[in-house]
């Protein structure tokens, strides 16, 4: 028994162990659990038809191996094992490889059932080799977690004075279109023009802040800084510039400053939960919208979180959740659009918050919102090649976000603030995250900086906002004029982090302002 149970773990805890720092150990719980359950339940199953103990051991840990390795395998051969049909069809990896493996795996349980030598000298080694794996990603989850427990952040809490609730100050919505470019940058590097849209905003009242550029160009560190209001330099101070626990920052948004705020100003906070986990359903709000963020396989709910998505897309599942995966995440996406202008009706001063995961990959809409054939679910889908599927699926949020935009207002009794903007901008020059190093480029860097930027404010007067604004002092700002506060503004400055060094901040303001300027100069752009 014991090789099935150290083979149905292992993976498992490697997983984990090469996730650590973005993980938690609840991660584990549900996956060890089937695991574990599943493989010993096969194995006395086969052990009743059988008889033989060492050979439902041995068949199971076989079958179990395969299960965690095949979608390693099936990623490692997907540019490398297709076959070309007339008519420009390609036969894909999994097509040719899962027919191989189920022959082979049937080949293998049929010889070992049938085998009449001793199996015991090889049950012994692959237990030998198990326990050995198996210990040494124990080893490094151990370490690890109490390196991550130890002193993690206080930066949660921040006092707050209860400040007087005034009755006359308007809803607040913001909505993150996530890794939305600045338009400059669409026509520099998509060559699309997306005037149509700044004028649409421009027409319903919104400053659009041409240049705008982010504070910091991951989404775990622009967001708590615009939710902080403040530079996050006490991040490489406290746990390094690169630090086993990288989940500080992310759980920084979890029960945030501005969010604090509002709570004190007698606002409830409602928040339409993303798949990204500084601002999931563990988002301190007072009211949770969240479309069923699970998707069905084999009669089981599983949570569509990114690292449920990267995992079982290394097990034998993922042709499986394909479809179903990309289902979920259309759904996720267009229930916000679809819910949040009937929010506008809820009774009281609201304060909304709806981080939408596109234009950022995974791409699973086409321009009309259909299906995208063959999309690759990941996060980090970006390259120079994958731009069309990025500009498809910008357009289609553009036209649902329009939409959905003209309904809050039309459903407001009150014209509400409503702040729009991207949390960073696109990676297709850096790519994918192994090849940023060799990608890095300043123009690559202006991409991913520059984002979408407006704001409407009911009085129309946008005189504090300048078209190089950071989201850094939007709450300072609509504090100070509609909440009675004094808060200082902070420069506008951008810092450049790469996937190595995760609080490593690097600042490129200058180097931005220099190639703004130089790009204003070209003829034919603005
Ligand atoms: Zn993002």
């Not at 439902?56 to 965690?68: C, I, K, Q, R, W």
């Not at 967001?223 to 006490?234: A, E, V």
């Not at 499986?320 to 259309?330: F, G, T, V, Y």
């Not at 995974?362 to 690759?376: C, L, S, W």
């Amino acid at each position: 028994m014991w090789p099935v149970l150290l083979v149905a773990v292992y993976p498992i805890l490697y997983f984990y162990a090469n996730n650590i720092s973005e993980l938690s150990l609840v991660f584990l719980e549900k996956p060890l659990c089937f695991s574990v359950a599943i493989s010993v339940s096969l194995v006395f199953l086969l052990y009743r038809i059988c008889g033989n103990k060492e050979k439902s051991s041995l068949v199971v840990t076989g079958l179990v191996f395969v299960f965690f390795s095949y979608g390693h395998l099936s990623k490692y051969l997907n540019n490398k094992l297709f076959i070309p049909l007339p008519g420009g069809m390609v036969l894909g990896p999994d097509k040719i490889l899962l027919p191989i493996v189920f022959l082979m795996g049937g080949f293998f349980v049929y010889k070992t059932l049938r085998t009449k030598s001793d199996l015991s000298g090889l049950m012994s080694f692959i237990n030998i080799v198990f326990f050995l794996l198996f210990l040494t990603s124990v080893a490094t989850i151990f370490i690890n977690e109490i390196k991550k427990n130890r002193g993690d952040g206080d930066f949660a809490k921040v006092e707050l004075g209860r400040q007087e609730s005034s009755v006359e100050t308007p809803d607040v919505y913001h909505i993150i279109l996530d890794g939305y470019a600045r338009n400059d940058i669409l026509k520099d590097l998509y060559d699309y023009d997306n005037g149509e849209f700044v004028a649409d905003l421009d027409k319903m009242g919104f400053f659009v802040a041409k240049k705008a550029r982010t504070n910091y160009i991951h989404t775990y560190l622009s967001l708590p800084s615009t939710f902080y209001m403040s530079y996050l330099d006490f991040l490489p101070e406290k746990y390094g510039r690169n630090p086993v626990n990288g989940s500080v920052a992310k759980n920084m948004m979890l029960d945030n400053l501005v969010t604090k705020k509002f709570k004190s100003f007698g606002y409830k906070t409602i928040n339409f939960v993303s798949s990204w986990e500084g601002t999931n359903e563990n988002y301190l709000a007072d009211v949770i919208f969240n479309e069923k963020k699970t998707f069905k396989m084999l009669g089981i709910n599983i949570p569509t979180s990114e690292s449920n998505m990267v995992f079982l897309q290394t097990t034998l599942l993922s042709p499986l959740i394909q479809e179903a995966w990309e289902d979920a995440l259309r759904r996720n996406t267009l229930s916000v659009f679809e819910k949040m202008p009937d929010v506008a009706y809820l009774g009281g001063p609201k304060y909304v918050l709806a981080h939408i995961m596109a234009p950022h990959p995974p791409y699973v809409f086409t321009e009309d919102g259909g299906v995208v054939n063959e999309a690759i679910l990941t996060n980090a889908d970006e390259g120079v090649e994958r731009r069309p599927y990025y500009l498809n699926q910008l357009k289609f949020i553009t036209k649902q976000a329009t939409i959905m935009i003209e309904k809050i207002m039309n459903n407001s009794k009150k014209p509400p603030i409503i702040i729009l903007q991207a949390d960073h901008g696109p990676a297709s020059t850096l790519g994918r995250r192994d090849d940023w190093k060799s990608n890095y480029s300043q123009e690559a860097v202006r991409e991913r900086s520059g984002i979408l930027y407006a704001v409407f404010l009911p009085d129309g007067n946008y005189e504090e906002f300048s078209k190089t604004m950071t989201p850094i002092n939007t709450y300072g700002l609509l504090f100070n004029k509609y909440f009675g506060e004094n808060n200082d503004l902070l420069p506008d400055r951008t810092y450049y982090t790469s996937y190595d060094e995760i609080y490593g901040f690097y600042d490129v303001t200058d180097m931005l302002n220099q190639l703004d300027d130089e790009a204003v100069e070209l003829p034919g752009k603005q």
